[in-house]
């Protein structure tokens, strides 16, 4: 693929675009983000990297770290997960309660909060140090040691997440967790409250691009079918109630987040970054999504 000349070309793609929609304030702290920020980085199978703006700037990954969680998750408990989640997507919004409570407790995939917190639940009974363990294994994914939480974001939306408290209490009442409520809740906070850049996103990412192997140490992260069906529930559930939408007019698995991040893979070739903070009315970032389609469009090359 000639990313070189895609590069240039989304460069005066965006120079004309718009860009509309708001950043994400319920986390209040993800409020004070400068709106117009950009930034965007793929790194190819082979480790040629291409970018785009403040691509070393590090951001809230938000749900983004759901896929990352899942990937431990499934490694340690191999097809016993999806006992307690399920892989469908969802059609209501990422942290609606309603399913829940029809579904007995069960989430449909891992990439809502209420799957993600089951995910949390099983790193708490796993891990020796859930949290110490986790951003071991991203820092390792990323090549880079000083990723880390930010305890200033998790804070703040500690003081704002009841939603995700009642999700998870719900679940525990259901018996679908196993561990203390609120220890699985703080677990699930700090997750979200990663920040990367879009380089290290791109970087850590390439392991579900490369068939479960991180290309930059040639570890095996997870099995060759993992990463396959990873892949296939970023499709079906990765970019909230807007995954039919993206699949259609980008056709690559995916997962966004509220802080206006997107990470995109294409198996076998690239794993691409972007972060434009203004989501559209599904709580995607609004250039990101159009980005995205310009690229498979210009390429002529998605999944299908
Ligand atoms: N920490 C956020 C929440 O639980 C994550 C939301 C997201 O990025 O989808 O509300």
């Not at 759901?66 to 989640?85: G, M, P, Y």
């Not at 209420?114 to 986790?134: K, N, Q, T």
């Not at 409520?181 to 390439?206: G, K, P, W």
Request: proline fraction near 4%; hydrophobic fraction near 45%.
């Amino acid at each position: 693929m000639d990313y070189k000349s895609l590069f240039t070309e989304i460069s005066i793609l965006l120079k004309a675009m718009d860009d509309r929609g708001e950043v994400a304030s319920y986390i209040p702290e993800l409020g004070k983000v400068d709106p117009g920020s950009f930034a965007m980085h793929l790194t190819s199978v082979e480790n040629l990297g291409f970018g785009l703006g403040a691509m070393d700037e590090r951001f809230s990954i938000q749900s983004i770290a759901k896929v990352l969680s899942l990937a431990v998750a499934f490694d340690l408990e191999d097809d016993r997960l999806w006992r307690r989640v399920g892989v469908e997507p969802l059609g209501s919004p990422f942290n609606s309660l309603v399913q829940l409570e029809y579904e007995n407790g069960i989430p449909r995939n891992p990439l809502i909060n209420a799957g993600a917190l089951v995910v949390c639940d099983i790193l708490v009974s796993r891990l020796e140090h859930p949290e110490r363990d986790f951003i071991a294994f991203v820092r390792k994914l990323a090549g880079n040691p000083d990723i880390d939480y930010s305890p200033r974001i998790s804070a703040s939306e500690k003081r704002t997440g009841f939603r995700n408290a009642a999700l998870v209490n719900l679940m525990k009442a259901y018996g679908n967790i196993e561990n203390d409520a609120d220890t699985v809740l703080n677990v699930y906070l700090n997750l979200c409250s990663i920040e990367m850049s879009c380089r290290e996103l791109a970087q850590a990412f390439l392991f579900l691009a490369a068939g479960g192997v991180n290309p930059l140490t040639g570890e095996r992260v997870v099995s060759v079918s993992k990463s396959k069906r990873i892949n296939a529930i970023m499709l079906l559930c990765g970019f909230y109630d807007e995954a039919g939408e993206f699949a259609f007019k980008v056709g690559l698995p995916v997962k966004s987040g509220v802080g206006g991040g997107i990470i995109a893979i294409h198996p076998g070739n690239y794993s691409v970054a972007i972060w434009s903070p203004r989501l559209n009315e599904k709580g995607n970032s609004y250039r990101g999504m159009k980005i995205l389609e310009f690229m498979t469009t210009w390429t002529q090359s998605s999944i299908f």
